[in-house]
Nanobody, 124 residues
Framework: QVQLVESGGGLVQAGGSLRLSCEASGRTFSRYAMGWFRQAPGKEREFVAAISWSTGNRYYADSVKGRFTISRDNAKNTVYLQMNSLKPEDTAVYYC?????????????????WGQGTQVTVSS
């Protein structure tokens, strides 16, 4: 079992930055692939970024490439999402997710564990 707790959300102006954190319980955090997803009001949850546990490979949605960076610190059981050059369309609840071996990193159905979400609001 893995429990995930996100933090770092808030209100920021367009062009600003935020860093989200997701702290995981459990001793085998390093063996989990980690993903970030987001859901805006009235929209389906969508993939943002993911990082594998074995190779450290990173994956990004086209909409955030070059602006967002996912990273992990296995010693702290934490995954981060650094978000720069934020846009109003980035406004959403951001969720982190974990799975030992998701078949597709960009699909939420392959993740077993989810956090409660943290709100990010970008004003224009």
């Amino acid at each position: 079992q893995v429990q995930l707790v996100e933090s770092g959300g808030g209100l920021v102006q367009a062009g600003g930055s935020l860093r989200l954190s997701c702290e995981a319980s459990g001793r085998t955090f390093s063996r989990y692939a980690m993903g970030w997803f987001r859901q805006a009001p009235g929209k389906e949850r969508e993939f943002v970024a993911a990082i594998s546990w074995s190779t450290g490979n990173r994956y990004y949605a086209d909409s955030v490439k070059g602006r967002f960076t996912i990273s992990r610190d296995n010693a702290k059981n934490t995954v981060y999402l650094q978000m720069n050059s934020l846009k109003p369309e980035d406004t959403a609840v951001y969720y982190c997710a974990a799975d030992t071996a998701p078949e597709r990193y960009e699909l939420d159905k392959f993740y077993d564990y989810w956090g409660q979400g943290t709100q990010v609001t970008v004003s224009s």
